[in-house]
């Protein structure tokens, strides 16, 4: 079993992704997983306890690794057998690059960390999310005057640390800054979408599930079926509105019916290109070309 990663932007198809590669016997997905919680917690005890402090620093930073290493790969063990890989969903993953590389370095792991990315224009997440927020009328009646108007809720929801969208881009920019973000592979929720079988072929070259099968290597690994995609993993939705939700709305790829013009003002989209200009230059080119 070989535990990667999943992170990624919110409303950008990381639900659907992880169903459709369900079906593939060779993964095993989870939901949102509370492992990555427990990692930056044992990097917050190591950084900070008395106990590893108290150790001679070589033998303590060493424990540390083995614990970190031992943790990850016994909990996705704890779901299935060591011939599947098991992908752990979590938009704080690449947070954790280093820490993940350091640790399989120290367990003797040639293997680098996969974080597989989503990502979606943020006009149209924006546009998900004001949506989602008009079909709960009470929220919305709550908002005061720091989000009562739909300029100043998309405000609030770029603001860095603000969930859902603000910390998950924070996350990104950051793993740009640190030059690792070379190391994971993005996923746009348009090309996941529009030309499926050639974006779920790139993600498998990536996570390795092509190594020691006989397909040609301009065909996918598994047949997914498509246009029957069953929802295996489960999430409390209660605890993520009323900004979104984790149900599969189809069983079958269609492309998004949100028009973004037709939700947020035009004043507010050129707000969002001018203040994302340098994320749209590397994720959407051919927008930021335009801008």
Request: aromatic share 10%.
């Amino acid at each position: 079993m070989k535990v990667s990663y999943l992170s990624g932007l919110p409303r950008s198809g990381s639900t659907l992704l992880m169903n459709i590669l369900a079906q593939n016997p060779k993964v095993k997905p989870s939901a949102t997983s509370p492992l990555c919680g427990i990692v930056s917690a044992m990097a917050v005890a190591y950084t900070n306890s008395a106990e590893f402090k108290a150790m001679e620093a070589e033998e303590a930073k060493n424990g540390f690794y083995r614990m970190v290493y031992s943790v990850v790969n016994r909990y996705g063990g704890s779901f299935t057998d060591w011939s599947v890989r098991y992908i752990d969903k979590s938009r704080g993953w690449p947070k954790h690059y280093e820490l993940l590389a350091d640790t399989a370095i120290s367990a003797g792991d040639s293997l680098k960390p996969l974080i597989v990315v989503t990502i979606r224009n943020p006009v149209d997440i924006l546009a998900s999310l004001e949506l989602n927020i008009r079909k709960n009328p009470s929220y919305l009646a709550s908002c005061g005057q720091a989000m009562d108007t739909v300029g100043k809720r998309v405000n609030h929801w770029l603001e860095d640390g603000v969930a859902p969208l603000g910390t998950a881009l924070a996350i990104i920019k950051d793993a740009v800054e640190r030059r690792v973000a070379d190391n994971f592979f993005f996923v746009r929720y348009e090309d996941l979408i529009t030309d499926t079988k050639k974006t779920l072929k790139q993600i498998e070259e990536y996570l390795l599930l092509n190594i020691g099968t006989s397909h040609p290597q301009s065909t996918l690994t598994f047949n997914y079926n498509l246009s029957n995609i069953e929802q295996v993993t489960e999430e409390n939705d209660i605890f993520h509105m009323p900004y979104g939700d984790h149900k599969l709305t189809a069983t079958t790829i269609k492309p998004s019916t949100t028009n973004a013009e037709n939700v947020l003002p035009e004043y507010v989209i050129s707000h969002v290109y001018e203040k994302l200009e340098g994320f749209y230059d590397l994720f959407y080119p051919e927008i930021g070309r335009k801008l």
